[in-house]
């Protein structure tokens, strides 16, 4: 025999689940260990003919072979069904949602991982499996999700459990239902025992944090403990709440938490509970209900961390104007460090706080020469030190501001941002760099706070050595050092990138130096920007710089540079995605900085800027991020957009340098994902700055189909050109003419013959797709090769793509297979030979060969020299 159980008190959850576990063990028995919560009595009442649930009295034990636990795997919580979890030949089955605790029931399959419900685990399993699921179904599965996360508002909640509950909508589930069984009123047992806890409650200040704990004595068992405890603490709005209940023979403990230094599974571990670290429970038999509080006020105070305060996430040191400061220059320190605020000191008191919204309003008054002190806002609002996170996020909501200066004896030591805060509420805040936790193996979950093992499988051995003989080195000089940038990215998503950026807090020079002598490598130097190159080999290099901050002193400006943190180093990057960065020195080799949730974009596929002005201070960042989103196949971030789109709205395309604007679009031609880059800066407005004049509806077909045109060739065994970047450029202009086509490519600066191969392929392109149509009835084949040849070979995908039916395709790729096979086998050596001097005859003689080898009418060696000697005869016979 097979039975599902679960634990005794059972609720909404545990229902759910061994209805759930039916569905995957049909065979098996429901079986209900004990006594039932309220909610559940009062549905079991009237659907207990549709679920035919069994009472432990009316199974016989011995004959149980397998028990499948679900929603608990505590001995003492299953009630006599504990006797026979070990018994031999008794298979055990766990599917639950609470951590493990020692003393834990052991499984053969175990299910276990941390979600808002155990149901959750069930439903994944059942839509794994695509077993059907009735509404009545639906809705008992909806119950046990809403009510173990409070209807998804506890901070238990998983996306998976939010994912289970649009399943079940979808298969009927009926939220009314849902609504009336978890907001029954109290019972009136339930009503007078959250009377005599409120009455009872003692509030504490614990390590920061705000703790109430009630306790109550009842002569008879109340069930419902727990919502009594939630409804608490909904009416105090206390961080962590501890309701204490003496009935019968036992004291019932309950507590929530919904700060994250304060784990309650872990205090309530001590009475031997368990739980999840937001709400967990405890029974103790026999137990004092006076003593027990004050021993777990005990537990409380050596439990609860202390709280992250304004200290730990503050931005220091300040950037600062002095009141006498123009309206002017504060802007230009804003757009230069990229703040919305700063504030206003005088000698070394924090006397107000101008913002972004002043400046520009002043501005727009045409008042850019009016003194700060004149806009500046003086009640300002400042915290110490010491204020909690959670007590300062109440403080900004209330006073409505971004930004709020940090002060110790009337100085300005930090300040905190919006960003800040809200960063905090996902926590992982250390008091300078936020490690991120990483997914391994394609299974979600934390698995530390190092990459050091993404980096070994990603890098090659060589390039890892190097990175950590650059953090020993630094260990040695008493620097900081980090791979930061692209290197990053893309470890993180599994592409090799040898990229390298190496950011030093400290001297950049000086370490690339000393680098440079360990691996005997050529260091360049460039000591206007704290920069340098370390050349390992002709095709590897390490860039290395000093930490540093570029400010734009007017939109699409170049960028000049200061020495400064990590933290400005990768606020001054272009998106969240690039602005991450790995320790490398030898304590915290692998550590992941992540101070703007990058990691978080990657794993959502977004792109987004760090700040809203960052396209007006550099466009060029618009063809990255259009670059970055096709490659990846992301998508640029509402917010992003908006921004993006604006910019170009205004025009800011136009005010860069046509040689900073092909930097960003040659490495666009280069991609693989090229097509779709066009195709997206077309759509966005953008194409019209990059290539005017040129239409972009009139060469869509051809660019459409140029990827599956180059790779067609690839697969022919023709040699793709190097310079793939020119394929996709030619295809651009087939269509303009020849002066429209100059333009753009003295626009970029292209070379003389690069030009030259542009305008070959403008000029020729359309006769030798005529030809290509009229062969081979009409047409030479050595005049189709005297065509073809005299275009670029970076041409011949568009050829490719124009000509669109599977005939001319083939008969394209006969031509290129007669070419490469019909080279003569002698050369200018063997006219050189014969005595004649070297001259345009050597051409017209080879020329006139390879044609009359494609039309084959020479065959051999043999022939080719005849063919030759011949040539030359009638040729120097004519100029007698």
């Avoid at 029954?184 to 009377?195: I, N």
């Avoid at 180093?569 to 915290?588: C, H, K, P, Q």
């Amino acid at each position: 025999m097979e039975i599902i159980t679960t634990h005794t008190n059972t609720d909404m959850d545990g229902l759910a689940a061994m209805v759930a576990a039916q569905k995957l063990y049909p065979d098996a028995r429901l079986v209900m260990p004990g006594k039932m919560s309220r909610n559940v009595e009062e549905f079991m009442s009237l659907h207990k003919d549709t679920l035919n649930i069994y009472s432990v009295k009316q199974i016989d034990l011995n004959k149980i072979k397998r028990v499948i636990l679900v929603d608990t795997k505590s001995r003492r919580r299953v009630g006599k069904i504990s006797d026979i979890l070990d018994r031999p030949g008794v298979d055990v089955h766990i599917y639950d949602h609470h951590p493990r605790v020692e003393g834990d029931v052991q499984g053969s399959v175990e299910v276990v991982e941390t979600v808002g419900a155990t149901i959750t685990l069930l439903v994944e399993k059942i839509m794994q499996a695509g077993l059907p699921v009735t509404s009545l179904e639906a809705t008992i599965f909806c119950l046990g999700i809403y009510s173990d996360t409070g209807s998804l508002v506890f901070t238990n909640t998983t996306h998976r459990d939010v994912d289970a509950v649009s399943f079940l909508l979808k298969k009927g589930a009926n939220l009314a239902v849902v609504a009336d069984f978890l907001g029954r009123p109290m019972t009136d047992e339930q009503k007078a025992l959250l009377k005599d806890l409120l009455v009872n409650a003692q509030r504490h200040q614990i390590n920061g944090a705000k703790v109430l704990l009630a306790k109550a004595k009842t002569a008879e068992f109340v069930v419902g403990l727990a919502l009594v405890a939630h409804t608490i603490s909904e009416i105090e709005r206390l961080d962590v709440v501890f309701v204490m209940a003496e009935m019968e023979d036992r004291v019932h403990i309950v507590g929530r938490s919904s700060i994250p230094q304060a784990n309650v599974a872990e205090i309530l571990k001590h009475f031997g509970g368990g739980g999840h670290a937001a709400a967990a429970s405890a029974t103790v038999k026999n137990g004092v209900l006076d003593d027990l509080a004050w021993e777990l006020l005990d537990v409380i105070y050596h439990k609860i961390q202390p709280p992250v305060c304004a200290a730990d996430i503050m931005t220091s040191p300040v950037k600062t104007v002095a009141p006498e400061m123009s309206i002017a220059e504060a802007g230009h320190i804003m757009l230069r460090y990229g703040h919305t605020g700063l504030p206003v000191v005088k000698g070394e008191k924090l006397i107000g706080v101008i913002s972004r919204r002043d400046v520009e309003k002043a501005n727009h008054h045409g008042l850019g020469h009016a003194p700060v002190k004149g806009f500046m806002t003086v009640r300002v609002v400042s915290v110490p030190r010491d204020m909690p996170v959670s007590e300062l996020q109440e403080l900004m909501i209330n006073h409505d501001i971004g930004r709020v200066p940090v002060v110790e004896d009337g100085k300005i030591v930090g300040i905190v941002s919006r960003t800040d805060i809200l960063r905090t509420l996902h926590g992982e805040v250390q008091a300078r760099h936020r490690k991120i936790y990483n997914h391994r193996g394609g299974q979600e979950g934390l698995t530390g706070r190092n990459i050091g093992w993404v980096l070994e499988r990603t890098l090659p051995s060589t390039v890892r050595n190097i990175l950590r003989q650059a953090g020993q080195i630094a260990d040695r000089m008493g620097f900081k050092v980090y791979a930061a940038g692209g290197l990053v990215r893309d470890v993180l998503l599994g592409h090799e990138n040898l990229d390298i950026d190496l950011v030093v807090e400290g001297d950049g020079i000086l370490l690339a130096l000393e680098l440079g002598r360990a691996y005997n490598a050529k260091v360049r130097q460039h000591h206007q920007f704290g920069t340098a190159e370390v050349v390992f080999s002709d095709d590897f290099k390490i860039d290395v710089a000093t930490a540093r901050v570029e400010f734009y002193a007017y939109p699409a400006a170049l960028p000049q540079v200061e020495s400064s943190t990590l933290h400005q180093d990768l606020y001054r990057r272009d998106f969240t995605i690039n602005a991450m960065a790995v320790a490398l020195n030898e304590d915290s080799f692998g550590n992941l900085v992540d101070f703007f949730d990058g990691r978080e974009d990657l794993q959502n596929h977004i792109v987004r800027v760090l700040h809203n002005l960052s396209f007006i201070e550099d466009p060029t960042r618009i063809l990255r991020a259009i670059r970055f989103e096709q490659r990846y196949g992301f998508k640029i971030e509402p917010q992003t957009l908006k921004f993006l789109n604006e910019s170009v709205r205004r025009g800011v395309l136009a005010k860069v340098s046509n040689d900073r604007l092909w930097d960003e679009l040659k490495h666009i031609l280069a991609e693989t994902e090229a097509e779709g880059m066009l195709r997206r800066m077309e759509e966005l407005g953008v194409w019209a700055y990059i290539f005017p004049r040129v239409n972009y509806w009139e060469v869509e077909p051809v660019l459409k189909d140029l990827p599956r045109s180059i790779r067609q060739i690839s697969d022919w065994g023709m040699m793709v050109p190097s310079s793939g970047w020119l394929v996709y450029f030619i295809a651009v202009l087939h269509w303009s003419d020849a002066e429209i086509a100059r333009e753009n490519c003295a626009k970029y600066n292209l070379s003389k013959r690069q030009t030259e191969k542009v305008l070959a392929a403008l000029k020729g392109w359309s006769s030798t797709v005529a030809l290509i149509w009229k062969a081979p009835r009409h047409v030479k084949v050595s005049q189709l090769a005297k065509a073809l040849l005299q275009m670029p070979r970076e041409s011949y995908p568009m050829l490719l793509a124009i000509l669109e039916e599977d005939e001319l395709k083939e008969r394209f790729r006969e031509l290129l297979n007669i070419i490469k096979d019909s080279k003569p086998r002698i050369n200018g050596k063997y006219i050189k030979q014969l005595g004649y001097r070297p001259g345009p005859v050597y051409r017209e003689a080879l020329d006139a060969l390879w044609r009359e080898r494609l039309d084959g009418n020479l065959r051999t060696e043999e022939d080719e020299q005849a063919f030759v000697r011949d040539y030359l005869a009638r040729l120097t016979k004519r100029s007698e």
